[in-house]
């Protein structure tokens, strides 16, 4: 048999990469998932997901987690620009820890509202990022900085497919998963997860991201006082380790509450061995994805 001779050419550059002999089929690494969080301060976002966050980083996926107010009201002793700017540098140094990209709006903390405005940021900080997954707190919640995050990322959820809505960023072909991080209020209707991930593989590196929220978590934020941060070492090590023990035990509460969903997604034997977790919702607004589509979104079961 005659080969053109472009197909030998073509097995004689191959046979050259390759000494053996043998050509060696390329394969295209999967793209990467791209998820976008959405949480009302520098912190929100790092509570609720930095653990997911963490494990999809991990696989090589790219994560952004915006913070939609710059948080300068969060302190007890400091604010305006010199606690924004000690909270924009907090959540640099989480998401250095996570392996993520994070972003601060300069919206005022507790003056956030749901303008056109700010649902346009929203929409092209979705569009921009080309965002498989948005997620984000319910619209009901105690801080009105939270619900109101909540309602611009319901808002943003089918605007970002919409061309002639922000027409200067490309609009989105499809539309992303929006979900909800959890929450413990029970009206109008209680958060029920819809996926729930075993986070104990990486706890402690959540734990270490949470230890540069100093402002926030050591020092206790808008509601701390001087009495929670010792200035000798010792008494700032005993705090941290404070602060780590009350988010380990945080993200056990979250496996107790949820332990029925826990074994439907992992099955029984893993679900015993399972200490640590953090849960989503599906949003309504955005795409539905079935069981298949989420353990391709959070491909982490079976590891």
Not at 91 to 118: F, S
Request: proline fraction near 8%; charge should be neutral; charged fraction near 25%.
């Amino acid at each position: 048999m005659h080969l053109p001779r472009l197909a030998v050419l073509a097995l004689l550059s191959l046979c050259i990469a390759f000494p053996s002999g043998i050509p060696v089929q390329a394969v295209a690494p999967p793209t990467p998932l791209r998820i976008i969080c959405f949480g009302a301060h520098p912190d929100d976002c790092e509570i609720q997901a930095a653990g997911t966050a963490a494990l999809w980083a991990a696989k090589g996926h790219k994560v952004k987690l915006v913070s939609v107010t710059n948080g300068d009201i969060g302190h007890w002793r400091d604010a305006g620009g010199p606690l924004a700017q000690r909270r924009l540098e907090e959540v640099r140094a989480a998401a250095t820890v996570l392996g993520v990209e994070c972003e601060v709006l300069d919206i005022h903390d507790g003056e956030l509202l749901p303008t056109l405005e700010n649902r346009r940021m929203l929409v092209r900080l979705i569009r921009q990022w080309n965002a498989d997954i948005v997620i984000g707190p319910r619209p009901n919640d105690y801080h009105p900085d939270h619900r109101y995050t909540g309602v611009l990322v319901q808002d943003a959820a089918y605007m970002v497919t919409v061309p002639f809505f922000c027409p200067d960023v490309p609009h989105l072909k499809r539309n992303p998963v929006f979900m909800y991080f959890p929450d413990s209020f029970q009206k109008p209707n209680p958060f029920a997860p819809d996926v729930v991930i075993a986070i104990d593989s990486v706890i402690e590196r959540k734990l270490d991201a949470l230890d540069k929220l100093v402002s926030q978590f050591h020092e206790g934020g808008a509601n701390g006082s001087p009495d929670l941060m010792p200035s000798d070492p010792e008494g700032q090590k005993r705090r941290s380790q404070e602060v780590r023990e009350y988010f380990r035990n945080r993200q056990k509460g979250l496996r107790a509450r949820f332990q029925d969903q826990v074994v439907a997604w992992h099955g029984a034997d893993t679900a015993s061995k399972i200490q640590y977790i953090e849960a989503f919702e599906i949003c309504e607004y955005g795409r539905r994805p079935d069981q298949a589509e989420l353990k391709r979104l959070f491909p982490f079961f079976g590891d």
